[in-house]
């Protein structure tokens, strides 16, 4: 089991709403990923966090935006949801030799 | 940009089968190539992985090659077991070596294995 978690495990939002997701990185690393898993999908790049710092981004709208903290951390907010936002959320915890996922979050959107 | 393609699922097989389940790959550079595994209700399992040419990955039963001259990275295991029933995903971090970059992941494929 790695030590990569995320709150909360399941949200219901409705559109036009805002979310806050949270993950915890493993003990050590300082680099934090977010995907975007729709259902029957491969996982898709959001973006990355390097020591506070975004170091790279997919393609999603600005909507989606994100903080990674001193501890490593992580946030990844999304304004204004849409229905096609519902998917299992994915932050991924790495450092140069490892990575590792967490459980994600199943968000759902009315 | 970046791609990953995966073979056509669902794969179903009887215990004691081998499997293949194929992946090829579109990138610039040199990239790292993985296999992860997804559990129901459960995150992104490492399964293995290759980070140069000719490199093989090992896990659990489970290899696969990391072949550049037809971009291909196919997952292989000799003998499956019903604990094997998950998703697989085939997947490439744009930065090369051990280093984990952004990953793009194909499309996955459902393997059923049945007693």
């Known amino acids: 089991e790695t030590g990569v978690t995320q709150s909360p495990t399941h949200l219901i939002k409705t559109r036009g709403q805002q979310v806050t997701l949270r993950c915890s990185s493993q003990?050590?690393?300082?680099?934090v990923s977010w995907y975007q898993q729709a259902l029957g999908q491969g996982p898709q790049f959001i973006f990355q966090?390097?020591?506070?710092?975004?170091?790279g981004r997919g393609n999603f709208p600005p909507r989606f935006s994100g903080l990674q903290f001193p501890n490593y951390s992580s946030e990844l907010n999304v304004n204004a949801l849409e229905l096609d936002d519902s998917a299992l959320y994915l932050c991924?915890?790495?450092?140069?030799?490892?990575?590792?996922f967490g459980p994600g979050t199943r968000l759902t959107v009315l | 940009g970046d791609s990953v393609t995966q073979m056509e699922g669902p794969v179903t097989l009887s215990e004691e089968a081998f499997l293949t389940i194929n992946c090829t790959y579109t990138?610039?550079?040199?990239?790292?190539l993985f296999w992860y595994v997804q559990y129901p209700g459960e995150g992104l399992q490492l399964l293995l992985k290759?980070?140069?040419?000719?490199d093989k990955g090992s896990n659990k039963g489970f290899e696969a090659t990391y072949r550049k001259e037809t971009t291909s990275f196919h997952l292989e295991k000799g003998s499956v077991q019903v604990s094997d029933s998950a998703v697989y995903f085939c997947?490439?971090?744009?930065?090369?070596?051990?280093?984990?970059?952004?990953?793009?992941f194909g499309q996955g494929t459902i393997l059923t294995v049945h007693p």
């Open positions: 290759a980070t140069k040419a000719d």
């Open positions: 966090y390097y020591r506070e710092e975004e170091n």
């Open positions: 997947a490439l971090s744009d930065r090369g070596g051990t280093s984990y970059g952004k990953l793009t």
């Open positions: 990138a610039t550079g040199y990239p790292s």
């Open positions: 991924a915890s790495s450092d140069f030799n490892e990575q590792f």
């Open positions: 003990s050590g690393h300082n680099t």
